[in-house]
């Protein structure tokens, strides 16, 4: 299993350009969740999902947004790109709702 | 709303000494998690405390979790260099997913 996944690993945004950040898992997870780590603070949760089709906001879910059209994957979007939004960006699943999550490797994203 | 402190926030020692590192939490949780990470890297999970009392140990690194006192601590005995990192509690609220709330981290490094 290659666990969680996530792309790019790097990338650079203009202010006002839009980007989608992808999270994949292949242990057949239904959760899944998307924190933010700014520089030398803990992780924030952004938004999470139970299941396919199924989303809901976490702690900072302004300026993002997500979906969860299959089990597998849980894209992070960001439609108007923010010096703010900087920051490292974590994917994690886990199998129930009381389960451990595993992390992703994360996508560090500047916004210039 | 759930707030998670550590401290201390930064922690430089030596090899071969023991420290502790203090996480408390304002409101009532009986899951706590210990996570480790690398510069620029993801998280790595240390340990799971799911209830009053419990004790963990791995190696040098010993967690215990009380919950009366909404407290957890992260101790290492006689500390090696491969232990420098920074240590993540998240204390978990459980609300139709197990979102997890994140102290600052501890950045720990050990001198030889």
């Known amino acids: 299993n290659a666990g969680v996944t996530q792309t790019p690993k790097f990338r650079i945004l203009k202010i006002g350009q839009s980007m989608t950040l992808q999270c994949t898992q292949d242990?057949?997870?239904?959760?899944m969740y998307w924190y933010r780590q700014d520089p030398g603070m803990g992780l924030k949760l952004i938004y999470y999902?139970?299941?396919?089709?199924?989303?809901d906001k976490g702690e900072v879910p302004n300026g993002y947004n997500v979906s969860r059209s299959t089990t597998e994957d849980f894209p992070l979007r960001l439609e108007l790109a923010a010096p703010s939004q900087t920051s490292v960006y974590f994917c994690?699943?886990?199998?129930?709702?009381?389960?451990?999550?595993?992390f992703g490797p994360g996508t560090r994203l500047t916004v210039t | 709303e759930l707030k998670v402190e550590q401290n201390p926030l930064f922690l430089s020692m030596q090899e071969e000494k023991n420290y502790t590192i203090y996480c408390n939490y304002s409101?009532?949780?009986?899951?706590l998690y210990w996570y480790r990470q690398d510069p620029g890297k993801s998280l790595e999970s240390l340990f799971v405390?799911?209830?009053?009392?419990a004790v963990k140990q791995e190696g040098r690194l010993m967690a215990s979790l009380d919950t009366k006192a909404r407290l957890s601590t992260l101790h290492i005995t006689a500390a090696v260099h491969d232990l420098s990192a920074t240590y993540f509690c998240a204390v978990a609220v459980i609300q139709g997913a197990q979102k997890l709330v994140f102290g600052q981290g501890t950045r720990l490094t050990i001198n030889p």
């Open positions: 405390l799911l209830s009053n009392g």
């Open positions: 994690a699943s886990s199998y129930s709702g009381t389960g451990e999550q595993y």
């Open positions: 409101t009532t949780s009986d899951r």
């Open positions: 242990m057949n997870h239904n959760y």
């Open positions: 999902s139970v299941g396919a089709g199924i989303t």
